[in-house]
């Protein structure tokens, strides 16, 4: 065949040479998209080659060589060779995949590391074997039973840049012979020139090192690009003598070599000497070595012959272990492998590495195996779990026997024995059958599952220890005899095992490192690369250690650490730098390989620990060694800080365990003896202080990580600021240097001097209390510069303890602090010891240097809980106000000097750990603020009347909002930067933004459009959750204009629309709108460019993307009022609502369609504590709490709705079911205890959280499981877009996850207290679906029913949907209420009625926000936080046709006006609360007049005419505010905890009988969401126009 590539290639591929060479276009931008395939298909016996022409050094990873059966004629290009599926072999790096999953981790070459000019081929067999070729060398087969129709693949991926085909024909005749003896299994290894076949004892080696200066023969010609050669070289000569780091190279790299010939079978000889053979022989070839049996002895010139047999080596003065004995005996022929002569349903395998019990559904027992001979002192016997059965009880049992298996009359299980014999069992161990240890370690045997490992090893002292998964359980028992086999006991569940014999590679270096120790002393010290050239740079880099974990190796000349085995181990991962870092300079690692199977990921730190010498654990933070705060260990573990193992920082920067692959983490000591941690080169800020000046770097590659790479560029990092701390007050580098004038509102950040036991992080905006449980105050910050005259500071409380009494106190000069530089204020242990220029806020009280000026302010600091927010602000005539989730809670004091700048001042005293800056902080009022723009600064010009738009908090990774949400920058990268609109845009309106800055050095440009992803429903942090780009994002459908390119989810519905995005420049503007006819339009510099999209959701937020060249806009356009008057007629909704809803309208409601059911069941393989019944329709729990999973048989098809219901609950556990889907066939799937040890194509939802894979990724989700009650119906969704949805009593709580993959099968685990469930086979439509008779109010005549008043006049709800009666919060309100002393008479005998709406409760009702009600519909909310007392409704009251026209209105009173209001069974005017009630004009012949601002200047005449109204709002969140519902203090009976509590009324309101007007409390930001100020408040003065609904409490 023709040494051509394909013309069809990867996206960045450019081909020349008549299609022989392939070159990556963009090698420094762009890693990947360089496939290209052979022209033709391969010939078998045909080796396809390239030579690799060019490398670059920016990533890591480098070509990638395969075949595929798929025809690139008609192939769409994946990114990379690993993304290839339908019959594809690729071999990248050490490792081969098949159609991108690893089938074979460690196969010849590493492809990483082969330099410019190297070759490497790719070969089809005639026997259908894959073959690989570096350099014309046979690398042995790859994988077997391949297709005869394949192309060569090679991908030009990271490093490697450009390739060119060198030939593509069958090797040459001496090509041949090396191919055939490789097949044939007999390829040999040289080792100093002595070949494998000969029986050269290991010990000529150690003479040779020991001798090296003696010798007279030459150094081989070397290249020099390879530093560590495979073989040692034939000959020295003295004047060319090998160092003893370089000889500690050669040593190393030999003696792995041999090892890993011996472990693929290539090797095995008898090095120990112990073969009876002359071992004083040189052999073949070996004109200089001097060799021998013999000791070797670093003092001593006597190294002649040994004694032959024992394989004794000395290698110290003083004697001590000889070479065999330190390999552990793994240098014979005598491989471990399990006895010929077995239990009588054993059969051995793979040469007797594989045992399998036959009949294993049949039989339990008769399955015992031993080893083959005795264990040798100090070595491991490890066995991998292959298969398990689910049938039986018990497991495996693995431990040791003194009796010889050939002598041996085996029993039916190794418990009968009775003599000689130690097992473990369980999670104990047995001693001659009878137990001596019920728990010897927290694992248990019969909770393993296949793929597990398990080991024990016989110490030299006697004492035996038991491995799981590598983790060593301690010794389980003191002394055993010197001799004994190892046994294992196939028992049970357990069919089959297998012996791993790759668990000591690390080991067997490490014995290595040992020797060359003794050789050399100073061997552990950095030491110069084997090469030709001196670099005289080399000694001073920064490389990792050759001293690693057992499951760790190092590669690429040290840069690269990695784990080979990482799916199948998770820890002893550690690695250390080479040499201690010097001060200030930064150790950073790029996280290169991620693997999903395990929780947990990189940690990072420092060590005072030599690493020669350090016996490394299993992961750093198990290394407890060091006695001081000057000595030991110091590592970043998830967001917290430990030192010696102990945890010092609670919540410390960036959470590691989110990383991903491509990210970067590092560590630096600064001077003054800090150390500080940096993410993506972003200062997190100090972690801990006085480190010793000597420490190494430590990484320890643990669970999710599995490779990492020491980046030596460190320019991008930015420099850590100079700080001289003395005295309590700590300067932290994270956040900016005080300024006096800042620059922008959004330059707020607390400053670098703060309290001792503060820290400040995430780039100066969060602070936090470290050893929060152990100290309590000393942890005063201040902003870094001072406030400006109406600007706001305002922090959220983001952490809190129950530790301590009292809460934070806050407070600053314009908002309350002090007038006190930071530079000049000694930090006391609180604030309120300053005693001048200080006003502070503690509790209630207001105090003015330390003394209480005022008490009962109207907020109260110690109510707050996690997530409030507090703000402080002084405004231009020196009052002092403080916000209490953006509302202002009045003056605070008045006075504060006008010619002093101010700094806000937040004490993190008490039970408050946590707060950060909000994005709300800057200027209230621009009329105040004095401000200085700046270039990042963009002013708003909005064009139209109304309030600006802004954009909401959550957005792109690499967005920064700017100017109160105005403005968005796009600060690193060219993508990461969607941003939508705060609000949905309503019918018409037009968004609109302006670009302010591009960067010409990107391709693309801005896009733009309409989603129907809700922002608030995304997850707390969606930095990393978001698409890169905006035509990727699939969680809803999206509409958008790229360039000129209209596309719905991606796909392009439409070419060369309008002007093309990609031509606007600063300056131009873009805007999107929803028009009344469900259209989107685009409009560029205020022209409409027509309709771009039909059939649009209503429900949409604006949405655009700062791509490529545009990297900075800021919004010009503003909200458009909305007619009070122009409210559309009510829409279908749910039929399942609570409050008046069932019959109302929910706002945004919209109307799917039913899909067709397959009828599902459950699957009859399921956990061993399940039983079916009822046509497997339902599943009960017969025994304990866990062991209790099933799914379903039937894959779940898209869009259609799986649901059950929970049928019986046991309070006798704790927590309750969890559900999810599974992405593989059930069938023959062992179920673990619980779903949250699903670890492969798992998705989970507990509690409130989603779980994937066993890793939390979304919290906050849907309502808490646990609190579901009897007869809650769950339901299970997969819609179109591959999305997962949970639904509750059928309503859609979101996307709960992504990607879920088909076919899927539903997955429920009946754990702790739900014990029995039953699948709904009713065709139960989706929110908003028909069936049966269910209907809602759309469907219902008017006279049916019109918000709950029908007869009754008090609504009933349906009995699926009362809230959960076990209830804490509906409990604490009914016995606040009980507490009242209220005649039983005024409310509902029925205790149904009433309705708690805290957040679980209305999540399992499935509540909408808001619903419409009354003729004409008005908007009205659900008071989500309180609880409702339904009321008798009074026999005289109306019931006519009129109330269904009435509205629904809220009303705060007091608890004093409570009884007289109830008494009156309606509001009355002066009577109900002295908040809510004031004096209105008489009503005039067009309606209310305007009330005056002081009623008393009206003559007498008018007084006398005037009539009291009432304040109603249609949320309360604007009557449930303190100064309409006062908060009173009780004690809770039960709990003798105090609360507090507020009151109100639900009531019905006739139309016409009030007046909407604006709200009265001067708030600036809105209120409720849904309302408008200006039409938040509702006025009436007609008595009758109003009835009592219901009475609400709200307890804190």
């Known amino acids: 065949m023709a040494a051509e590539l394909h013309p069809r290639s990867g996206k960045l591929i450019g081909l020349s040479n008549s299609n022989r060479t392939a070159q990556r276009n963009q090698p420094v931008q762009e890693f990947n998209h360089g496939l290209v395939l052979s022209r033709e298909p391969l010939r078998d016996r045909d080796v396809f080659t390239v030579r690799i022409d060019k490398k670059v050094n920016s990533w890591s990873g480098s070509v990638e060589i395969g075949v595929t059966a798929l025809d690139p004629a008609c192939l769409d290009f994946p990114s990379s060779a690993t993304g290839l599926k339908g019959g594809s072999w690729i071999v990248s790096g050490c490792s081969v995949l098949r159609d991108g999953r690893s089938v074979l981790e460690e196969y010849g070459r590493d492809l990483d590391q082969l330099a410019e000019g190297d070759r490497v081929g790719i070969q089809r067999s005639a026997r259908g074997e894959l073959h690989l070729w570096v350099n014309g060398h046979d690398c042995g087969a790859a994988a077997t039973g391949l297709p005869t129709r394949l192309w060569a693949v090679v991908d030009l991926y990271g490093k490697c840049t450009q390739v060119t085909v060198v030939s593509c024909e069958p090797p040459s005749s001496m090509e041949r012979d090396t191919e055939r003896e490789t097949v044939e299994g007999h390829e040999e290894v040289v080792v100093c020139g002595v070949r494998e076949g000969d029986t050269e004892d290991l010990t000529s080696v150690v003479n040779l090192a020991a001798a090296t200066n003696g010798t007279t023969e030459e150094v081989p010609e070397l290249p020099p690009i390879h530093n560590r050669p495979d073989k040692f070289p034939n000959n020295i ?149 292959d298969k398990l059965v689910d049938k039986w009880s018990g497991s495996i049992e693995i431990g040791v026997t003194t009796h010889n298996p050939n002598n041996l009359d085996y029993p039916a299980t190794m418990t009968n024995l009775r003599s000689g014999t130690i097992m473990m069992s369980g999670c104990g161990i047995l001693t001659n059958g009878k137990g001596t240890r019920r728990e010897y370690c927290e694992f248990s045997l019969d909770e393993l599952q296949e793929g597990d490992h398990i080991g024990l090893m016989h110490k030299a002292s006697g004492a035996l220890h038991f491995y799981i998964n590598g983790i060593d359980q301690g010794v389980a028992a003191a002394q055993t005899p010197p001799m004994v086999y190892g046994v294992v006991d196939l028992y049970g569940m357990a069919v089959k095992v297998t012996i791993v014999h790759n668990h000591n590679h690390s080991d067997r270096l490490r014995r290595n490192n040992a020797i060359m120790r003794a050789l050399s002393p100073d061997v552990g010290r950095p030491r110069p690369a084997l090469s030709l050239t001196a670099d005289p740079d080399a000694t001073d880099r920064l490389l990792f250690h050759t001293n690693c974990g057992q499951k760790a190796a ?71 060694s060091g006695n001081t705060n000057q000595s030991g260990t110091w590592m970043m573990t998830g967001n917290g800080v430990m030192h010696n193992g102990t945890t010092i920082l609670d919540e410390y920067g960036h959470n590691l365990d989110r990383l991903k692959a491509g990210d970067t983490v590092g560590v630096v000591r600064k001077e003054d003896g800090s150390l500080h941690f940096f993410v993506n080169g972003v200062a997190q800020g100090p972690a801990a202080w006085n480190i010793p000046p000597s420490v190494y770097a430590v990484v320890d590659l643990y669970g999710q990580a599995a490779q990492a790479t020491i980046m030596d560029d460190m320019a991008d990092l930015p420099p850590l600021p100079d700080d001289s701390s003395e005295g309590p007050t700590v300067m932290s580098p994270g956040s900016p240097c005080s300024v006096a004038g800042g620059n922008s509102a959004n330059d707020l950040r607390f400053h670098q001097l703060h309290g001792t036991n503060a820290v400040i992080t995430n780039g100066g905006r969060t602070a936090l209390r470290q050893n929060c449980r152990s100290e309590f105050n000393d942890a005063i910050v201040i902003s870094n510069r001072c406030l400006r005259d109406g600007e706001l500071f305002e922090i959220v409380i983001q952490k809190m303890v129950d530790r301590w009494s009292g809460s934070i106190e806050a407070g600053k000069i314009m908002a309350g602090v002090t007038s006190i530089r930071p530079e000049e204020l000694e930090f006391p242990n609180t604030m309120t010891d300053i005693d001048y220029d200080t006003w502070m806020l503690s509790g209630t009280a207001i105090m003015q240097d330390g003394n209480t000026m005022r008490n009962n302010y109207g907020c109260d600091l110690d109510s707050l809980t996690t997530g409030s927010r507090i703000g402080m602000m002084r405004s231009a005539t020196g009052d002092l106000h403080y916000y209490i989730n953006g509302v202002d809670q009045g003056v605070a004091c008045t006075g504060l000097p006008p010619d002093k700048e101010v700094y806000a001042v937040i004490d993190l005293y008490g039970q408050c750990v946590q707060v950060s800056i909000t994005s709300s902080s800057g200027p209230l009022d621009n009329s105040l603020c004095t401000s200085n723009i700046t270039e990042k600064s963009f002013p708003i010009h909005s064009p139209v009347a109304g309030v600006a738009h802004r954009l909401h908090s959550k957005h792109g990774k690499n967005v920064v909002l700017l100017g109160e949400g105005c403005q968005a920058v796009r600060v690193g990268g060219y993508a990461h930067g969607i941003v939508f609109s705060a609000k949905e845009l309503k019918t018409d309106e037009l968004f609109e933004v302006k670009i302010d800055e591009v960067d010409n050095q990107w391709s693309g440009s801005l896009h733009m459009g309409l989603t129907s992803l809700a922002p608030p429903e995304l997850p707390s942090c969606p930095m990393s959750g978001l698409s890169p780009s905006l035509t990727q994002l699939r969680a809803k459908v999206t509409w958008l204009l790229a360039g000129s390119e209209v596309r719905r989810n991606g796909v392009l519905q439409r070419q060369n629309y309008g002007a093309s995005l990609d031509r606007l420049t600063v300056g131009n503007r873009v805007g999107v709108k929803r028009c009344s006819d469900d259209t989107m339009h685009v409009l560029i510099d205020g022209e409409d460019m027509g309709t771009a999209a039909t059939a649009v959701a209503k429900n949409v937020y604006a949405v655009l993307d700062l791509y490529g060249r545009v990297t900075a806009v800021s919004i010009v356009s503003s909200s458009v009022l909305e007619d009070a008057e122009s409210i559309k007629a009510p829409s279908l909704s749910s039929d399942s609502c609570s409050d008046g809803e069932e019959d109302s309208t929910p706002v945004g409601s919209s109307k799917l369609a039913l899909v067709p059911n397959t009828v599902m069941a459950f699957l009859e393989n399921h956990g061993k504590n399940i039983q079916l019944s009822n046509q497997n329709l339902t599943a009960a729990r017969v025994s304990s709490y866990n062991q209790g999973l099933l799914v379903t048989a039937q894959p779940l098809p898209r869009q259609q709705l799986f649901q059950f219901q929970i049928d019986r609950l046991n309070p006798s556990w704790t927590s309750s079911l969890s559900l999810g889907v599974i992405g593989h066939s059930p069938d023959r799937l062992n179920f673990p205890s619980t779903a949250c040890c699903l670890k492969r194509s798992a998705w989970l939802l507990q509690r409130d959280s989603v779980f994937h894979n066993s890793l939390k990724i979304c919290e906050n989700y849907g309502p808490n499981l646990d609190t579901c009650p009897e007869g809650t ?324």
């Open 237 to 385: 000569e003295p004047e060319t003598a090998l160092t003893e780091h370089q000889l500690f190279d050669v040593f190393n790299n030999a003696i792995v070599s041999l090892y890993r010939s011996e472990d693929e079978g290539g090797g095995g000889r008898d090095l120990g000497g112990g073969t009876g053979t002359d071992s004083g022989t040189g052999g073949r070839g070996d004109r200089g070595s001097s060799s021998g049996g013999g000791a070797v002895n670093s003092n001593s010139s006597d190294s002649g012959a040994g004694t032959g047999n024992t394989g004794s080596t000395n290698i110290s003065p003083a004697g001590g272990a000889g070479l065999g004995a330190v390999t552990g005996g793994m240098m014979t022929n005598d491989a471990l492998l399990f006895h010929e002569k077995c239990g009588t349903l054993i059969k051995l395998s793979n040469n007797n590495k594989t045992a399998e019990r036959r009949r294993p559904l049949d039989e339990f027992n008769n399955g015992v195996v031993m080893t083959n001979r005795p264990l040798r002192h100090n070595e491991m016997f490890e066995i991998r779990i």
């Open 554 to 624: 190092i590669i690429s000349e040290g840069r690269t650490a990695l784990r080979p085995h990482a799916t199948d181990d998770f820890n002893h991962g550690v690695v250390l730098s080479g040499r201690p870092l010097r001060s200030n300079e930064v150790f950073q690692v790029r996280i290169d390989k991620m693997v999903d199977k395990w929780a947990g990921s990189i940690e990072i730190g420092v060590t005072t620990h030599n690493p020669a010498y350090l016996q490394l654990p299993s992961t750093m933070t198990n290394l407890r």
């Open 1273 to 1596: 119906v769950l339901g299970l969704l997969v819609d179109g877009n591959s999305c997962l949805h949970l639904h509750v009593n059928g309503m859609d709580q979101g996307v709960a996850a992504q990607d879920i993959p088909t076919p899927c099968y539903p997955l429920i685990d009946l754990y702790g207290q739900c014990e029995q469930v039953t699948i709904v086979t009713d065709n139960v439509p989706t929110v908003g679906g028909e069936s049966g008779e269910a209907r809602c109010q759309g469907d219902m005549e008017k006279a049916d029913m019109v918000d709950g008043i029908k007869e009754s006049v008090c609504w009933t709800p349906p009995p699926e949907v009362n809230p959960n009666k076990t209830c804490e919060y509906q409990a604490l309100c009914s016995r606040f209420k009980d507490l009242l002393t209220l005649p039983d008479g005024y409310f509902n005998e029925d205790a149904k009625y009433n309705l708690c709406y805290c957040e679980s409760c209305h999540k399992l009702r499935g509540d909408e926000s808001y619903y419409k009600r009354g003729e004409p519909p008005r908007d009205y909310a659900l008071p989500f936080g309180w609880c409702r007392f339904a009321l008798r409704i009074k026999a005289h009251c109306e019931v006519s046709s009129a109330f269904k026209k009435w509205h629904i209105a809220y009303h705060g009173t007091s608890v004093g006006a409570l009884r007289r209001t109830l008494d009156h069974a309606q509001l009355l005017s002066g009577t109900s609360s002295i908040f809510s009630v004031s004096p209105a004009k008489m009503e005039g012949p067009n309606g209310y007049s305007e009330p005056e601002e002081n009623s008393n200047s009206l003559p007498d005449r008018e007084r006398d005419k005037e009539v009291p109204r009432v304040q109603l709002s249609p949320t309360m969140r604007y009557s449930g505010l303190e100064m309409f519902a006062p908060k009173v203090q009780f004690r809770d009976p039960r709990s003798h905890c105090c609360h507090q509590a507020q009151v109100g009324f639900q009531v019905c309101v006739r139309p016409g009988s009030y007046k909407v007007g604006p709200q009265n409390l001067g708030a600036s930001e809105p209120l409720d969401p849904r309302f408008s100020n200006t039409e938040i408040e509702w006025i009436t003065k007609e008595q009758g126009g109003t009835l009592l609904y219901g009475l609400l409490i709200r307890v804190e």
